[in-house]
């Protein structure tokens, strides 16, 4: 145990420790993305609002989001601490400079990049996952068709929820026909009132610019850091590299508060 601490407080076991962290961070990411496009559906945002009953409630995925939290963490500090190093090293001129990786304006400028990456990161998790899950976001109640699944109209906000959880029940509406009634936390209205904000919006552009450049560099680099970047898939994890991680992923991103501070309703 001791000797493991020993190795990751090495220049090596740094690296590796951001190689491990940093691909977990991008699976999330993956994860991540693909939930949030709930949120362009057209529903009223009941889908995402479930979707993020799910996601807060299931144990399995609860246990996954404290270890996120800790990879975050760790990925962070290791990160700081690898900067730190090779701008030493760089002073007395070895190490970075010989780093064939270290060619690149995203790769010399990481830790600038993570940091972007981190206070928005900060700002992120305050307005949307503090509030969710320590704040006061209002129950809605949705209507379904029976049989289609379909939301008759719009949601109508529950002003005494109490206590309340969220939950489904059957009932008729007002011509007698049998309806499914859906009551949720409606952090759907929290996102979209957030994204109203101009400097939110340029805030998430930047932060998205700031992490595709982050991850370009990154992605690959962390299978150099654990020697499994063979000659003959070097091309493909670049590809994954560039146009997954850099490309479409921070592009899905910044559509979302995009999307809302242009959406009519
Ligand atoms: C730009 C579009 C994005 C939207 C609309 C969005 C939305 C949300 C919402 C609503 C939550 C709180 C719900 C929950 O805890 O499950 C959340 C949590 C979180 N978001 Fe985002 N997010 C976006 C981008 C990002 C990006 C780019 C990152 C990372 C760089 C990120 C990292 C996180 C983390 C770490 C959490 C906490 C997850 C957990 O508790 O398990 N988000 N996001």
């Known amino acids: 145990m001791n000797s493991a601490f020993k190795f990751l407080d090495t220049s090596i076991g740094r690296k590796v420790l951001m190689a491990l962290t940093g691909l977990f961070l991008c699976t999330f ?17 009941l889908a995402f609002n479930q979707y993020s009953v799910f ?4 144990t399995p995925i609860k246990v996954v989001s404290y270890l996120l939290y800790l990879t975050i963490i760790l ?13 030493a090293a760089r002073k007395i001129g070895y190490g970075a400079a010989k780093d064939p990786r270290s060619s690149s304006w995203a790769s010399k400028n990481m830790g600038i990049l993570g940091t ?8 992120h998790m305050a307005n949307f996952w503090f509030k969710y899950k320590f704040g006061d976001v209002p129950y809605v109640q949705y209507m379904l068709d029976v049989n289609s699944g379909e939301v008759l109209g719009a949601p109508v906000g529950l002003t005494d929820s109490g206590h309340m959880k969220p939950h489904e029940l059957m009932a008729s509406d007002a011509n007698g026909q049998p ?7 409606d952090l759907y209205n929290v996102v979209k009132m957030a994204f109203q904000e ?7 552009l930047l932060g ?20 499994i970047r063979h000659p003959s898939y070097a091309s493909l994890i670049q590809g ?3 146009w997954v991680f850099g490309i479409l992923i921070p592009l899905l991103f910044a559509a979302m508060p995009v999307y809302f501070y242009f959406m009519k309703s």
Do not use: C, E, P
């Open 29 to 45: 990411l993956i994860v991540h993305v693909s939930g949030n496009m709930q949120l362009f559906k057209n529903d009223y945002g």
């Open 55 to 58: 996601m807060t409630t299931f």
């Open 75 to 87: 990925h962070a500090i290791s990160g700081f601490r690898l900067t730190m190093q090779n701008r």
């Open 116 to 123: 972007i990456i981190l206070l928005f990161l900060v700002t």
């Open 179 to 185: 309806v499914k009634l859906v009551i949720v936390r």
């Open 198 to 204: 101009t400097w939110l919006v340029v805030l998430y």
């Open 208 to 227: 998205m610019i700031a992490l595709a450049y982050h991850l370009v560099h990154g992605f690959q680099s962390s299978f150099q850091s654990l020697g």
């Open 240 to 242: 994954i590299g560039v």
